[in-house]
């Protein structure tokens, strides 16, 4: 059978690719064409994307696509995390590397934009979680450190539509990335002018706001020159990667949660309208925007990250893999410590295993001092934190919740699968690792053969992929574990 060919940029905070999917108008196969690092780039104090680099890693990929494997796909697209934006000048030149969210950039930003509009105003507003680094922050931040280069900006793009405009010229705020600036208003969908010119923020900077699923246009003819100029569009996709990752869910029905593990763990469900109301409120649940018109109601927890740092410092005494972490630290004692995962002092700590084991001093546990012991008080801190998030989303959620769809990298590790059924006593359905990806070309597919509902888009995806579904097992232990 003939397949159809789209390509995926799926860029995250550690690691970008390029996946290839072919679609055979039943299922998508996906083949990995290009793998490059991405990290934050130090400068004058501060630390930004170098957002060049990462363009040409995606024409490499591309390149190689067309080149090596002889497939000239029909289109790309490219999504990113979110928040994080670069700005133009009035000639379309970039005026300085875009910050990163990381960065202490926004340290006061948000404390000194409560004085000027109250925190339930704001989450009123936009229906936002407040993070010190979204959007709104950073521009606040901008106007007050750098205030020429606010001045001198003529566009604002989020990280994948700036890639996209470097390919074509056209500039343009795709929808679910504009979801995480708290700058947008989540009934309208569209841009909050009030809210920036209460904070001296200029509104001219801001695109059009695009659905996903839009074709953009073709790559300039120099970009592909050297190949011919083979004839491949852009489309917009769901450039925040959570927005993809949630199209991609092989899931039916509504009563389901899902978890999005990876760098970040991002939990909630997926909703026609907005929920703003006082208990959402109170446990700050974001409300993004979604693949098909859908609302993404979340919470934003730190993931992987955790982990992955602590790795960087084992690594560079005696490199260690992630599955003999996990193998070992099975055999570690379980509940001897426990984190917050999102506590400010693991934001970006120089050391983080010694983050962590102060962070165990400061609240009286048991201070882990291997790699293994480590490594499980972050997977039991994860997963008692989903339970956490759990029974916060069951006051506020619609419909019940029955069992937790749980996608991206984090899928793949059978024991934080096992204990996230544990900790919250539901069936976590695992998988697909690639969801990302997947959601990334079923926008492709939606736009090039005109098929606007998600619940078809969603069977392609499981037709593609193959799930693990773990139940609960220990749930009992973990009514007394200890809650920070």
Request: aromatic share 10%; proline share 6%.
């Amino acid at each position: 059978m003939t397949s159809t060919h789209f390509l995926a940029f799926d860029i995250g905070a550690s690691s970008g690719r390029a996946i290839l999917g072919a679609f055979d108008g039943c299922r998508i196969t996906l083949t990995e064409v290009h793998r490059f690092p991405n990290e934050m780039v130090l400068r004058n104090g501060h630390y930004y994307w170098d957002i060049r680099r990462l363009f040409e890693e995606l024409k490499t990929g591309l390149k190689k696509c067309i080149r090596d494997l002889g497939i000239i796909p029909v289109s790309i697209g490219i999504d990113t995390w979110g928040v994080d934006f670069g700005l133009l000048d009035g000639s379309d030149n970039l005026l300085e590397l875009p910050f990163a969210y990381r960065d202490d950039l926004t340290e006061s930003a948000m404390e000194e934009v409560f004085k000027m509009i109250r925190p339930k105003d704001l989450y009123a507003k936009t229906g936002i979680q407040f993070l010190r680094f979204n959007s709104l922050f950073q521009l606040w931040a901008l106007k007050k450190k750098f205030p020429t280069l606010l001045l001198q900006a003529n566009k604002l793009l989020f990280i994948p539509d700036l890639l996209s405009y470097m390919f074509t010229g056209t500039s343009f705020s795709e929808y679910t990335i504009a979801s995480t600036s708290q700058m947008l208003n989540p009934k309208t969908r569209n841009w909050y002018p009030d809210l920036m010119l209460r904070l001296g923020i200029p509104v001219h900077i801001l695109e059009n706001i695009i659905e996903p699923g839009t074709q953009i246009g073709p790559i300039k003819p120099d970009i592909l020159s050297d190949l011919g100029n083979p004839p491949v569009s852009v489309v917009a996709v769901g450039a925040h990667d959570t927005a993809s990752a949630i199209a991609a869910i092989p899931a039916e029905g509504k009563n389901w949660a899902y978890i999005s593990s990876g760098t970040w763990s991002l939990m909630g469900i997926e909703t026609d309208q907005p929920i703003l109301n006082e208990e959402s409120f109170r446990f700050l649940f974001t409300n993004e925007g979604g693949v098909g018109k859908k609302i993404r109601v979340l919470k934003n927890i730190t993931g992987l990250w955790l982990l992955q740092e602590c790795k960087k410092i084992w690594d560079a005494e005696n490199p260690v893999s992630f599955e003999d972490l996990i193998k070992g630290c099975k055999k570690v004692k379980p509940f001897q410590s426990i984190v917050d995962p999102d506590d400010p002092a693991f934001m970006n700590p120089q050391d983080m295993p010694e983050a962590i084991r102060e962070y165990c001093r400061r609240t009286s546990q048991a201070v882990p001092e291997t790699l293994e012991e480590i490594t499980r008080c972050i997977f039991e801190s994860l997963a008692l934190k989903y339970s956490i998030i759990l029974d916060q989303l069951r006051k506020i959620s619609p419909h019940p919740i029955e069992k937790i769809h749980m996608i991206g990298g984090g899928s793949l590790n059978s024991f934080l699968c096992q204990l996230t059924a544990d900790a919250t006593g539901l069936p976590v359905v695992a998988g697909p690792a690639e969801a990302t990806a997947l959601g990334n070309i079923l926008s492709q597919i939606a736009c090039h053969q005109g098929i606007p509902s998600l619940d078809t888009l969603r069977g392609f995806s499981m037709n593609s992929v193959k799930t693990i579904t773990y139940k609960p097992k220990k749930t009992g232990e973990w009514k007394a574990c200890h809650i920070y």
